[in-house]
C-alpha cells in the first residue's frame, strides 16, 4: 500500500492511495486482506489531516474512464478539507433520514441486496443510477473510519464483483460521506446525466431499484 501526492491536485492537499503492488485494474480484484488495508490507509491519513488542522477528509474512488479515472491500476483518492463539504453540511436536522430509510427498507427488503457485520447495502428507492447502492452501518454514529470501515470495503469489494457479473467492467464512482451517519455511495455510470438530470434534479433510472437489488443478490449469492 502506498499513499502518494496526486500529480494533478485540483485541492491544497490532494493524495491518490495506490491499493496493491499488482497491477490490479479493479478494485473487485483486491483480496479481503488487501481492502483491509485500503481502510487503514484512509484511517492513518485521516489523523495525519486532523493533526494538521484539516477537519474533512473525502476519500473517493473512480474506476473506469466514464468515471473520471485516468489510471487503470486501482487507486482512491484523497482530499483534504478545512471543512465538512456542503453536500455533508445540508444534512443538519432534528432527525436523521438515514435512520428512516434504513428502518423502512429493513421491514420492507425487497431493494435489499446484503446485510451483515453490523452493515446494510441496498438499492435507494430514488437512486440517481441503475444499481446504484447506499451501503450504511445500521446503528446512527460512530466513526466513519473507524473499525466497521473495514467490513464496509470488503463488502464494497464484492459487489463491484457482483456488478461485474452482471453488466461487465462497467464504470463506477464511489464515495465516503463521513456525516453524522455515514455511508458509502456507490454509482456505476451506466446510464449518462442529461438535461433532465443536471438541468431539473430528476434523474431517470431505466431499472428498478427492486430488479437491480434482486439481481445483485442472486449474483452475490452465486459467488
Do not use: K
Not at 487503514?40 to 491519513?45: D, G, K, T, V
Not at 446494510?120 to 443510477?129: E, N, Y
Not at 465516503?176 to 438535461?195: I, N, Y
Amino acid at each position: 500500500m502506498r499513499v502518494v501526492p496526486n500529480l494533478y491536485p485540483a485541492f491544497d492537499r490532494h493524495e491518490l492511495v495506490v491499493h496493491a503492488p499488482e497491477h490490479a485494474r479493479s478494485f473487485a480484484q483486491l483480496s479481503r486482506s488487501q481492502t483491509a488495508l485500503v481502510a487503514e490507509a484512509w484511517r492513518r491519513r485521516r489523523t495525519a489531516a486532523s493533526a494538521e488542522g484539516y477537519a474533512y477528509v473525502h476519500p473517493f474512488v473512480n474506476e473506469g474512464r466514464a468515471a473520471g479515472a485516468s489510471l487503470a491500476h486501482s487507486h482512491s483518492q484523497l482530499v483534504w478539507l478545512r471543512g465538512p463539504p456542503p453536500a455533508v453540511r445540508a444534512e443538519g436536522g432534528r432527525t436523521c433520514r438515514l435512520c428512516e430509510l434504513l428502518a423502512a427498507e429493513r421491514s420492507e427488503p425487497a431493494r435489499l441486496v446484503a446485510e451483515r457485520d453490523g452493515l446494510v447495502a441496498l438499492c435507494p428507492p430514488a437512486g440517481r443510477a441503475p444499481f446504484e447502492v447506499l451501503l450504511a452501518p445500521v446503528a446512527h454514529g460512530g466513526d466513519a473510519f473507524g473499525p466497521a470501515l473495514d467490513p464496509a470495503l470488503g463488502l464494497l469489494a464484492e459487489l463491484v464483483r457482483a456488478l461485474r457479473a452482471l453488466e461487465g467492467p462497467v464504470p463506477w464512482n464511489v464515495w465516503l460521506r463521513a456525516g453524522e451517519h455515514w455511508r458509502l455511495e456507490l454509482v456505476p455510470r451506466l446510464s449518462t446525466f442529461a438535461g433532465m438530470e443536471l438541468g431539473a434534479g430528476i434523474f431517470v433510472v431505466t431499472v428498478a431499484p427492486e430488479d437491480a437489488a434482486a439481481s445483485l443478490r442472486g449474483a452475490l449469492e452465486a459467488r
